[in-house]
């Protein structure tokens, strides 16, 4: 719900949640639970992503095009992270590169892998709140990783109309 903070100033709500991977290298999925049901009829508004890598999963990335990938998913039975997937909402990825020796890697993006969506029409991502999930993947590791997101968002209250718009839109056309 959009909350009125200092002075009359909207403010957001966040979520945290922590993922350790089932196994190393397994796509793993932590369900988001916001208390809503479809009859419910609220919209939730993405406004800013935040994944961090633990430091000790950044730790197990010791050769080139060792990656993690983190991504805010509405299906934990998906296969893998692609944005080929129309369940996947956003994606960030993790990757070590190495030029030359070991000795000179460089990770193209430092932790938290900010996702920023209050610039777009709306101030953010709309999408049905349920389900929500969390998901990891990673190549390379030599054990499971770990992953923290935090996710800044409201709930506006949608018409039944628009609520039913919202879901319809969920289907997305590929080629």
Same mark, same amino acid.
């Not at 196994?23 to 609220?42: C, P, V, W």
């Given at each position: 719900?959009? +909350? ?60 080139? !095009?060792?990656? #993690?990938?983190?991504?805010? #998913?509405? &299906? ?18 993790? #990757? ?13 993006? &430092? ?47 949608? +018409? ?14 590929? !080629?």
């Amino acid at each position: 719900m959009q +909350k009125k903070g200092v002075g009359g100033v909207d403010f957001v709500d966040k979520a945290i949640i922590t993922l350790t991977q089932s196994g190393a290298n397994a796509l793993t999925f932590e369900q988001l639970h916001f208390g809503l049901s479809i009859k419910d009829k609220y919209g939730l508004i993405i406004r800013k992503i935040e994944f961090a890598i633990a430091q000790g999963t950044v730790s197990l990335m010791t050769a080139t !095009a060792d990656a #993690v990938s983190c991504a805010l #998913v509405r &299906s934990n039975t998906i296969t893998d992270l692609s944005l080929s997937q129309p369940q996947v909402i956003d994606r960030a990825d993790f #990757v070590r590169m190495d030029f030359g020796t070991a000795g000179s890697a460089q990770f193209w993006e &430092s932790p938290p892998l900010v996702r920023d969506f209050t610039n777009m029409p709306g101030g953010g991502l709309i999408v049905p709140p349920d389900p929500i999930y969390v998901a990891m993947d990673s190549s390379g590791l030599a054990s499971a990783g770990t992953l923290t997101t935090r996710i800044f968002y409201n709930l506006a209250q949608l +018409k039944p109309e628009e609520y039913w718009q919202l879901v319809e839109s969920m289907n997305i056309i590929t !080629a």
